[in-house]
Antibody, heavy 116, light 110 residues
Framework: EVQLVESGGGLVQPGGSLRISCVAS????????CHWVRQAPGKGLVWVAS????????NIADSVKGRFTISRDNAKNTVYLQMNSLRVEDTAVYYC?????????WGQGTLVTVSS | QSALTQPASVSASPGQSITISCAGT?????????VSWHQQHPDKAPKLIIY???NRPSGVSNRFSASKSGNTASLTISGLQSEDEADYYC??????????FGGGTKVTVL
């Protein structure tokens, strides 16, 4: 089955760190750009980061630049989002997405809650 | 990067047509033909319904159509059905090599 499955979300204190993962299956993972998109409770979708199919290029939203890092391991069909210096406003469901154009596929999301 | 501008809500009766606008700038919507539309039902993951301004992925109803003029893209849903009740988001690639989403539009079928 073609799918993306996120994991690693949870409760973390402000200032803390968390790494979330997204495992792909059913397609050639190494051929696609991947993205992280987040959605705060009751709010809209916000693009966070993207990584090229071979990992040679990454792009990060200004709102998380310097705190979040995107990476991938094509041997494990996995893309990661390392989140440091977390803030209350980073609380959201984090979705992994394959491409955002013709071959777009969304995962089911993982909830990250930043609270003391 | 500011979000693209969409109306907060749109409503219509079954069988009618609605159009959702997505206003950007010449650094995003107006710069490339890389505008997509995503449908999201409550507590579900988004789903792509339009890519590259006008194209429908396989399996998406032809009641969904879209276009772009200058810095504004539009999504039209014709023959509105109850299952179309959802949130709709536009997205666009930008000249800074980032992506930006619209604020979302809640579609209500009366």
């Amino acid at each position: 089955e073609v799918q993306l499955v996120e994991s690693g979300g949870g409760l973390v204190q402000p200032g803390g760190s968390l790494r979330i993962s997204c495992v792909a299956s059913g397609f050639t993972f190494s051929s696609y750009w991947c993205h992280w998109v987040r959605q705060a409770p009751g709010k809209g979708l916000v693009w966070v980061a993207s990584i090229k199919f071979d990992g040679s290029e990454t792009n990060i939203a200004d709102s998380v630049k310097g705190r979040f890092t995107i990476s991938r391991d094509n041997a494990k069909n996995t893309v990661y989002l390392q989140m440091n210096s977390l803030r209350v406003e980073d609380t959201a469901v984090y979705y992994c997405a394959r491409d955002l154009r013709p071959d777009c596929l969304w995962g089911q999301g993982t909830l990250v809650t930043v609270s003391s | 990067q500011s979000a693209l501008t969409q109306p907060a809500s749109v409503s219509a009766s079954p069988g009618q047509s609605i159009t959702i606008s997505c206003a950007g700038t010449n650094s995003d919507v107006g710069a490339y033909n890389f505008v997509s539309w995503h449908q999201q039902h409550p507590d579900k993951a988004p789903k792509l319904i339009i890519y590259d301004v006008t194209n429908r992925p396989s399996g998406v109803s032809n009641r969904f159509s879209a276009s772009k003029s200058g810095n504004t893209a539009s999504l039209t849903i014709s023959g509105l059905q109850s299952e179309d009740e959802a949130d709709y988001y536009c997205s666009s690639y930008t000249t800074r090599k980032t992506w930006v989403f619209g604020g979302g539009t809640k579609v209500t079928v009366l």
